[in-house]
């Protein structure tokens, strides 16, 4: 059995466990008699997620979902194979239904003809949508579910105690997630987003891409200066 090393009570990120870069950053939120996913990243690394879930001694069984943060194929483009191993629900905010159940490949970049850059997109269904203001519980822990687009229309983040899974919309180097106007973008949304979480009282931010950081106003400033 694999030792768990969690992040933060009740967090896991998967990177983190295997000691190596994955892709994407995958939370494991463990509520003790359940968990759930948020993203789930490519399809070429589900498998070895999946094991590495199986080696900390979760039960496969009590996966009670998985969750997109939005549609971009680096997160999502391994969500059916894994809904269909976990036997879990699959959620997202209602933005995202479409190009996941379609498996669009423009909206969800699997597909970017500048780059000559081309991945299928398997279509999944989509069990729940998730809107603002909802809240998630798995086994003793509560999701608040924030709508915060800006990067695409269906990008959600999720408070925890005093986390905030803040998704593409802010990196620790002051960096936000892509701006493209046929992927759903929309910069004064983008700026209205940051300028939340600039407000709240998190303590740290969980981006979907690289180090998890204590929330920094002077980086948020950093980032809405680049927009």
Not at 18 to 42: C, K, S, T
Not at 116 to 136: A, S, T, W, Y
Not at 180 to 186: E, F, R, V
Request: aromatic share 8%; net charge negative; charged share 25%.
């Amino acid at each position: 059995m694999l030792e768990r090393r969690y992040l933060f009570p009740h967090v896991i990120e998967m990177n983190y466990q295997a000691r190596r870069r994955l892709g994407v950053n995958v939370f494991l939120i463990d509520g003790g008699d359940e968990f759930l996913l948020i993203d789930i990243g490519y399809e070429d690394t589900v498998d070895e997620i999946v094991e590495l879930i199986r080696q900390m001694d979760f039960s496969l069984s009590t996966c009670k979902m998985i969750i997109a943060t939005h549609a971009d194929a680096d997160h999502v483009q391994g969500l059916r194979r894994a809904a269909e191993i976990f036997k879990a629900s699959v959620a997202s905010h209602p933005a995202a239904f479409e190009p996941l159940e379609s498996g669009d490949e423009i909206m969800t970049f699997a597909t970017i003809k500048a780059q000559q850059f081309q991945i299928p997109m398997p279509r999944c269904k989509v069990d729940l949508k998730l809107n603002e203001g909802d809240v998630i519980e798995v086994g003793s822990q509560r999701l608040e579910v924030w709508h915060t687009p800006g990067h695409t229309e269906g990008q959600l983040s999720f408070k925890l105690n005093n986390l905030l899974f803040s998704g593409d919309n802010i990196y620790k180097e002051s960096c936000v997630g892509a701006i493209d106007d046929h992927h759903g973008s929309d910069l004064e949304a983008f700026i209205e987003s940051l300028q939340r979480i600039r407000n709240d009282d998190s303590e740290f931010l969980l981006p979907s891409h690289g180090f998890v950081f204590r929330r920094d106003n002077s980086i948020i400033d950093a980032a809405i200066k680049r927009l």
